[in-house]
């Protein structure tokens, strides 16, 4: 029987976190060894990582990770944080208070850095009658704002940073995490999803103000079922654009998601073959918004094809 890390109640969850043995959660396809003894961080993991299965203590565990203070006299008179992996520090500490958004942070490290099993994508993903949407697109695009109006509006939230694609068999493999919203996008989906529940907002971090909000409890029960290419879309806020949605030529559209793998060179002829794939059994678009409420009626039509624009010219 599957235990919830809900089930465990927040002083067994602090203690394993706490623990040699750490806390191990299923995360998608990955199994996480988390450990910390910040409160902060506890109390973040225990609230967004509520509806995650806790996994056995002889799982094979992918990534061995923590967030602790670092071992120096400083953190006395000037708070810091850093993140560790199977012991070692990669990256340089951070203040005191973001803690949990530099475990996120490692954490997709991690998969994009190590899961070269998977062809991987800097693009949020979901899911509808079988089939995925990617919008892969850089950071400020407003992709994980228009991601995070989507999951409220009946898409399944697979990942809302990185999408993970299996080269035998073509599909989109889950990996749903706590979503990350910033600086205005927080008001932005507070306003038009009122039941979601943030967790803590940090401020001045290297991307703004952050605050996160944990997947969909369906999107991480559904982890387990992968989703076939259906749309590639690439997103951009505009202030005061409608909501535009245009095809592209295929060829863009296979630029675009090359331009934002993580590993694609790592597999060469194959890698170009299965961008090659998602793109043939895709749509192409090029999407412009401002108002999350257009643009969630607007993907609803096009997820029943009813929506303007026609398949994208081959090429």
């Not at 191990?24 to 995650?52: D, H, K, N, W």
């Not at 889950?174 to 932005?188: A, F, G, H, Q």
Request: charged share 15%.
């Amino acid at each position: 029987m599957t235990t919830l890390l809900q089930s465990l109640g927040a002083d067994a969850t602090r203690r394993a976190l706490r623990s040699p043995g750490g806390l191990l959660l299923q995360m998608g396809p990955f199994v996480a060894r988390l450990a910390t003894r910040i409160p902060a961080v506890s109390t973040a993991i225990e609230t967004l990582y509520a509806a995650y299965p806790v996994a056995s203590a002889d799982t094979f565990v992918d990534f061995d990770v923590g967030v602790h203070r670092p071992a120096s006299w400083r953190h006395w008179w000037q708070p810091q944080v850093v993140f560790s992996f199977e012991g070692q520090e990669p990256f340089n500490p951070l203040p005191g208070g973001q803690g949990f958004p530099l475990l996120e942070w490692g954490l997709n490290w991690c998969v994009y850095g190590i899961c070269h099993q998977y062809l991987i994508l800097h693009a949020a993903v979901l899911e509808r009658n079988g089939r995925a949407l990617v919008l892969p697109a850089p950071s400020g695009s407003g992709k994980s704002t228009l991601c995070s109006a989507l999951l409220f509006s009946g898409w399944r939230l697979l990942s809302d940073e990185l999408t993970l694609i299996c080269p035998k068999q073509g599909h989109i493999v889950p990996n749903p995490r706590p979503v990350s919203l910033k600086n205005d996008s927080i008001d932005v989906i507070r306003r038009f999803a009122p039941q979601m529940r943030l967790g803590s907002t940090v401020r001045d971090t290297v991307k703004g103000v952050v605050a996160h909000f944990a997947a969909p409890p369906d999107a991480v029960r559904a982890a387990h079922q992968p989703a076939t290419p259906g749309w590639i879309v690439l997103p951009k806020y505009v202030a005061g654009s409608p909501a535009r949605l245009e095809p592209i030529e295929r060829a863009r559209a296979f630029m675009q998601l090359v331009e934002n793998a993580f590993n694609y060179d790592l597999f060469g002829a194959e890698g170009f073959n299965l961008v090659g794939s998602v793109i043939d059994r895709s749509a192409c678009f090029s999407f412009e918004y401002s108002d999350v409420h257009e643009a969630a009626a607007l993907f609803a039509r096009l997820a029943d094809g009813q929506a303007d624009g026609q398949e994208p010219t081959a090429h």
